[in-house]
Each structure stands twice: as C-alpha cells, then as structure tokens.
C-alpha cells in the first residue's frame, strides 16, 4: 500500500505561482511514475505532468512552459511548480503514484485562479 498526501494549494491570482507537493509512503518500492492530474467542475480528470523514478517527465500541452515537475527520491516527494497561473488551471489536483497493475491516488488540493 502507498499513502499520498498533497499540500500547497490554495487561491491565487493570474500570473501569480503555486507549488504543490505530495508526499508518499508505504511500498514505494513498487512505484515507477508519480503525477499529477487535476479535475476542473464537469470535466474528467486529466494528467498535468508525470515523472519516472529516472526522471523523464511528460506534460500536458497545456502547461508546457509553464509547470515543472520535479522529486526527490529520498524525501519521497514529489512537487509541481506552477507558474503564471490562468483561471483555467483552477481545479482539484491529485497526485498520482503508479505501481504494476494499481494507481493510488490522494484525496487532493484546490488551487483556484483568479481572474
């Protein structure tokens, strides 16, 4: 079993910054990719960005240029630096931990953009 466990959302204004982290236990052994994904009102979750344990990452065209996802193995850590925030990236993020043949997920954080 892996617990996740997401932190740092929270209200911002347009072009401002948020970073959010999420902290793992548990089989971490299993683990091979951490990520996140967020779910806006009325639309299905989606994948934001993703990191392997070697650290190749993958973003969503969307946030491309603007969110770097980043770990640290030994911390167990995984963090999302969101900058120049739009209205459009409010919405719940979940972190994402993916072991052979089960998804664990956190309970989420709010990040909400203002206009």
């Known amino acids: 079993q892996v617990q996740l466990v997401e932190s740092g959302g929270g209200l911002v204004q347009a072009g401002g910054s948020l970073r959010l982290s999420c902290a793992a236990s548990g089989s971490m052994f299993s683990i091979n990719v951490m990520g996140w994904y967020r779910q806006a009102p009325g639309k299905q979750r989606a994948l934001v960005a993703a990191?392997?344990?070697?650290?190749?990452?993958n973003y969503a065209d969307s946030v491309k240029g603007r969110f770097t996802i980043s770990r640290d193995n030994a911390k167990n850590t995984v963090y999302l630096q969101m900058n120049s925030l739009k209205a459009e990236d409010t919405a719940v993020y979940f972190c994402?931990?993916?072991?052979?043949?089960?998804?664990?997920w956190g309970k989420g954080t709010q990040v909400t953009v203002s206009s």
């Open positions: 994402n931990a993916v072991a052979p043949s089960v998804n664990y």
């Open positions: 990191i392997t344990t070697g650290g190749s990452t």
